[in-house]
């Protein structure tokens, strides 16, 4: 497997994360939760998601469409995949040491989807790592 191809299913593995957005917000039901709020705040949350929406769409359409630069080892390749792997660090870290879901993984599936989450969260963190540090120009 070469390095633009882990960078290739990275891009897959950032388009199919929308969908456990999507899905996450209707098991979690925001717009209930989010209800109790005042409105400022209701549109801050919905504002941030957003914006974490399109830095996921754009992680996904770099490495889907030019994996092979950022596999170059150019320093901007190895600063951009270094940058994601750091995101998804940071993000499964909060998943494994911060989140609290035990409340919500009420049937096998939604455990299965926390843990494939939790996988692919791992995936992203490594292959792009990987590449940050392993590629060279």
């Given amino acids: 497997m070469t390095l633009a191809w882990l960078i290739f299913v990275g891009g897959l593995l950032h388009f199919s994360l929308l969908s456990a957005g999507a899905t996450a917000a ?9 209800a109790k709020l005042d409105p400022l705040n209701r549109q ?7 914006f974490i929406v399109m830095v996921i769409v754009a992680f996904g359409a770099v490495s889907v469409l030019m994996p092979t630069e950022l ?3 150019t320093l901007l ?6 940058f994601i792997a750091f995101f998804w660090g940071v993000r ?15 049937s096998a599936w939604r455990k299965l989807g926390y843990r494939a989450l939790t996988a692919v969260f791992t995936y992203l963190t490594v292959a792009y790592a990987a590449v940050a540090v392993m590629s060279r120009g």
Avoid at 44 to 50: S, T
Avoid at 77 to 82: D, H, I, L, T
Avoid at 92 to 106: C, E, I, R, S, Y
């Fill in 26 to 34: 209707k098991v979690l039901d925001w717009p209930v939760s989010l």
């Fill in 44 to 50: 801050l949350i919905w504002v941030h998601g957003a």
């Fill in 71 to 73: 596999t170059d080892g």
């Fill in 77 to 82: 390749a190895r600063a951009v995949c270094g």
């Fill in 92 to 106: 499964l870290g909060v998943q494994l040491f911060f989140f609290d879901a035990k409340a919500h993984l009420t």
